[in-house]
């Protein structure tokens, strides 16, 4: 029988929390700015999945990035709602791009 040594939850510990979070960030980011595969519906929709725990965390990029898909991309009523709510508080946050993406909706 193999015992579990406090050691081991010792180095589990140590790794940083935020990691996980950046790395889809990144991931998600270049998926949508690759100009190949950011116009693809299946990887916005990877893309998506990927912003939307940080942007639940309060990540003021996700919350933009992840708006500005829900407000361009998402047919339904619902999604757009959340989309605009994502922007609004990454504008409240001073992102540039969700503000400007906000005036365009507005007009």
Same mark, same amino acid.
């Given at each position: #029988? &193999? ?5 081991? %939850?010792?180095?589990? %510990? ?29 990887? &916005? ?18 919350? %933009?990035?992840?708006?500005?898909? #829900?407000?361009?991309?998402?047919? %339904? ?26 005036? &365009?909706?507005?007009?």
């Amino acid at each position: #029988m &193999k015992f579990r040594t406090s050691t081991s %939850s010792v180095a589990r %510990s140590n790794t940083p929390p935020e990691a996980p979070k950046r790395f889809s960030l990144r991931i998600a980011v270049w998926l949508l700015d690759n100009p190949r595969l950011g116009a693809n519906p299946s990887v &916005k929709h990877v893309a998506g999945h990927l912003l939307k725990q940080p942007a639940r965390q309060g990540v003021v990029l996700a919350q %933009s990035r992840l708006g500005q898909l #829900m407000c361009r991309d998402c047919g %339904s009523a619902r999604d757009q709602r959340i989309g605009y709510e994502l922007l609004r508080q990454a504008a409240r946050a001073g992102d540039r791009l969700a503000q400007q993406e906000l005036s &365009k909706i507005e007009d």
